[in-house]
């Protein structure tokens, strides 16, 4: 049965025009199902999701105080539509608050803040000794927009486009989605973390159990979370969107006590800032999948 969803799910988001790769495990019988598993993919902001967790690491060894002050100024801010990338003004917060910013409203200046605390080498190094080796931090969340600006200039329709043109060709004109540079994993890379997340299986137990905790805080309900309203679950999770790029990874528990972590990692093949179908292609997969793993 899971290779028939499996299968029903790789086949719904080809008639959409959407590539990618899905993995849905459940955390507690190991039992899974998925497609294209293995194959590196640019994460875009779920990469928020490892750099919060090595970003709480540090907190839980007492290396790293969540109440420190950190000032933002917007002059030397990052780009975004969310938090304090859309400040217009100065402002200070504490680190732990830059953790709930970047990790609810997917804030990218927040996640650029704290990369100045704990700078991409040290994050990769810290992934790399968890034995995560598919999950590949690489630059700052600001990256990914210079690199647009600098294929099409302040015309992000055009860097839609060239993006979209890329994906047929397999050549990249954007550097942050060519798997080769960009911050990557893979759906498989991604759940493994999910899992070990919610098992208490990597870092300390006060980061992973505040990693949880601030996942279940995320704003967006537009994708993985749209087919799993119900009042006997839970969803935790961390959308990733840039130019043709729609991923979601994240965790749905049951009041029955199932828990199945989930990735969708997806690439559209058309020129649409806004695609709803596709958002609302990652939650029916996410649906189908859970109720088929469910015990």
């Known amino acids: 049965m899971s290779a028939e969803v499996a299968d029903g799910i790789a086949s719904a988001w080809e008639a959409l025009g959407v590539r990618g790769s899905f993995l849905a495990r459940n955390i507690d019988t190991g039992e899974e199902l998925g497609f294209a598993v293995d194959v590196p993919a640019p994460l875009a902001s779920v990469v928020k999701v490892p750099l919060a967790l090595v970003v709480l690491d540090r907190i839980a060894a007492g290396e790293l105080d969540p109440a420190r002050p950190v000032t933002y100024v917007p002059s030397a801010g990052s780009a975004g539509p969310t938090g304090l990338a859309a400040f217009r003004h100065p402002v200070t917060l504490a680190v732990g608050d830059l953790l709930l910013m970047m990790l609810s409203v997917s804030d990218n200046s927040a996640a650029d803040l704290l990369l100045d605390l704990v700078p991409v080498p040290e994050v990769a ?14 630059h700052r969340l600001h990256h990914m927009y210079a690199c ?27 550097e942050t989605l060519d798997p080769a540079h960009a911050s990557t994993g893979t759906a498989r890379a991604l759940v493994s973390l999910l899992e070990r997340v919610w098992r208490d299986e990597i870092s300390e137990p006060a980061a992973t159990a505040e990693l949880r905790r601030l996942m279940g805080l995320q704003v967006f309900a537009h994708r993985m979370v749209s087919e799993l309203r119900a009042d006997s679950l839970r969803f935790s999770g961390k959308t990733g969107s840039f130019l043709h790029l729609r991923h979601e990874i994240g965790v749905v528990e049951a009041d029955s006590g199932d828990r199945v972590a989930l990735a969708a990692l997806t690439r559209a093949d058309r020129r649409a800032a806004l695609a709803p179908d596709i958002d609302l292609a990652i939650g029916a997969a996410a649906r189908r999948a859970f109720e088929a793993l469910r015990k």
Do not use: Y
């Open 148 to 174: 647009a600006a600098g294929a099409a200039g302040n015309d992000f329709s055009l860097a839609l486009e060239l993006a979209v043109r890329d994906e047929r060709t397999g050549r990249h004109t954007i």
């Open 125 to 138: 190094a810290r992934l790399h000794s968890w034995d995560c080796p598919d999950l590949r931090v690489r």
